[in-house]
Nanobody
C-alpha cells in the first residue's frame, strides 16, 4: 500500500489541525488490514512516533508526549486515518508522516518508524509563536 498524508499548514500557537492519511490512488490495497502510525520529523532530529491505530478495530496507542493533545481516529468508509492535533506549540513543527504495517493480530504495538514498512510523502506543519 502507498500512503499519502495531507492537512498540514502554517498555524499559530494554540491552534488545531487535522491531518489525513489515505492510500494513494494507484495503490492496489486498502488500509482495512493495516495498522497506521503517525510520525513527526523535526529538522535535524530523528523521526518520532506519535500515535497509531489498528484500522480494523479502531484500537489506539499514543506516545506519552502527545497524550491529551492529539487524537488518532479512522474512517473505514473513507479508508482514511486522521490525526487531530490540538493546542499546537512551536515544538510540534516538523514534517508529519503516516506509515503502515500489515496487522496480524499480534497485541504488542510498534513504536518505531522502521517497523512500519509502508509510507509516502509527508505533510509540513509549522507552528509560529
Amino acid at each position: 500500500v502507498q500512503l499519502q498524508a495531507s492537512g498540514g499548514g502554517l498555524v499559530q500557537t494554540g491552534d488545531s489541525l487535522r491531518l489525513s492519511c489515505t492510500a494513494s490512488e494507484d495503490s492496489e490495497d486498502t488500509l482495512a488490514t493495516y495498522a497506521v502510525g503517525w510520525f513527526r520529523q523535526a529538522p535535524e532530529k530523528e523521526r518520532e512516533f506519535l500515535a497509531a491505530i489498528r484500522m480494523s478495530s479502531g484500537a489506539t496507542h499514543y506516545a506519552d508526549s502527545v497524550k491529551g493533545r492529539f487524537t488518532i481516529s479512522r474512517s473505514n468508509a473513507n479508508d482514511t486515518a486522521y490525526l487531530m492535533m490540538n493546542n499546537l506549540e512551536p515544538a510540534d513543527t516538523g514534517i508529519y508522516y503516516c506509515q503502515a504495517h500489515f496487522y496480524t493480530g499480534y497485541p504488542v504495538w510498534r513504536n518505531t518508524s522502521e517497523e512500519y514498512y509502508y509510507w509516502g510523502r509527508g505533510t509540513q506543519v509549522t507552528v509560529s509563536s
